[in-house]
C-alpha cells in the first residue's frame, strides 16, 4: 500500500487567498484525521470522520476552516481565506477500527503551508 | 481531560549508547491506549511503540522499550544502541478506551529532539 498520500507537499500562498490540502487515506480504513503542527502548539486534532462522516470539528479554529470527505479516498481541508497565523504543517491520518486494539493512526507526509 | 507532559525539549546521547525520553500523563480513565511516534526532518509522522495500559508487561520492539507505570501515569521510551538514525523529534500520545467516536483522539505531547553524537 502507497501509505496515507497528501497533496501538495508545500504550498505558499498570499494572505487572503483559498488554500485547498488534500488527503488520500490508506485503502480500507474507516477514520480520517487531520491534525495541524506548529512550534508554538504542537500537534493538534483539527476535525476527523468516520466512514465519510464528520464526528468532531471541535478543534477547527474558525470558520475560515472547513473539511469534507465526499468519498472513502479522498478528503479536504480548504482555508478560505488564509492568514499568516494559519502557516503550519498540516497532517492527515487514517486508521481501521477492530484492525488491532490499538487502532494505530498512520501518518500522512505532511503538507507545509506558509500564508505570506 | 487527558493530557500528556514531555519535560524534555531536547536531549542528546551518543552512538550505541542507551537514552531514555520521559513522558506523563494525565487522566481518570483506567482503559486507554499509549503511543511514541518519531518525526525525523522528513516531517514523516513514524509510530515507533505502543502499549495497552491494562498490560502490566512493558512494550519492546527491537532497539525500542517503554517501561509503563500506571499508577504514576509515566510512560517512558528507552532506546538502546542508539543510532544516527534515530535523531528526530518524539512524541509522546494517549488515545482513550471505550468504544465511543469521541475516543479516537489522539493527544500529543509536545515532544522531544534527540540528537545523536558520533
Known amino acids: 500500500d502507497a501509505g496515507v498520500i497528501q497533496s501538495p507537499r508545500h504550498e505558499v500562498t498570499e494572505m487572503g487567498q483559498e488554500v485547498t490540502l488534500r488527503c488520500k487515506p490508506i485503502s480500507g480504513h474507516d477514520y480520517l484525521f487531520w491534525y495541524r503542527q506548529t512550534m508554538m502548539r504542537g500537534l493538534e486534532l483539527l476535525i476527523y470522520?468516520?466512514?465519510?462522516?464528520?464526528?468532531?470539528d471541535s478543534g477547527m479554529p474558525e470558520d475560515r476552516f472547513s473539511a469534507k470527505m465526499p468519498n472513502a479516498s479522498f478528503s479536504t481541508l480548504k482555508i478560505q481565506p488564509s492568514e499568516p497565523r494559519d502557516s503550519a504543517v498540516y497532517f492527515c491520518?487514517?486508521?481501521?477500527?477492530?484492525?488491532?486494539?490499538?487502532?494505530?493512526?498512520?501518518f500522512g507526509p505532511g503538507t507545509r503551508l506558509t500564508v505570506l | 481531560a487527558q493530557t500528556v507532559t514531555q519535560s524534555q525539549p531536547e536531549m542528546s546521547v551518543q552512538e550505541a549508547e542507551t537514552v531514555t525520553l520521559s513522558c506523563t500523563y494525565d487522566t481518570s480513565e483506567s482503559d486507554y491506549y499509549l503511543f511514541w511516534y518519531k518525526q525525523p526532518p522528513s516531517r514523516q509522522m513514524i509510530l515507533v511503540i505502543r502499549?495497552?495500559?491494562?498490560?502490566?508487561q512493558n512494550a519492546t520492539e527491537n532497539r525500542f522499550s517503554v517501561n509503563f507505570q500506571k499508577a504514576a501515569k509515566s510512560f517512558s521510551l528507552k532506546i538502546s544502541d542508539s543510532q544516527l538514525g534515530d535523531a528526530a523529534m518524539y512524541f509522546c500520545a494517549y488515545r482513550s478506551e471505550g468504544g465511543t467516536y469521541n475516543t479516537d483522539k489522539l493527544i500529543f505531547g509536545t515532544g522531544t529532539r534527540l540528537q545523536v553524537f558520533p
Open positions: 502499549q495497552e495500559a491494562y498490560k502490566q
Open positions: 470522520f468516520n466512514n465519510n462522516v464528520p464526528i468532531d
Open positions: 491520518a487514517s486508521s481501521f477500527w477492530g484492525a488491532t486494539s490499538y487502532n494505530e493512526q498512520f
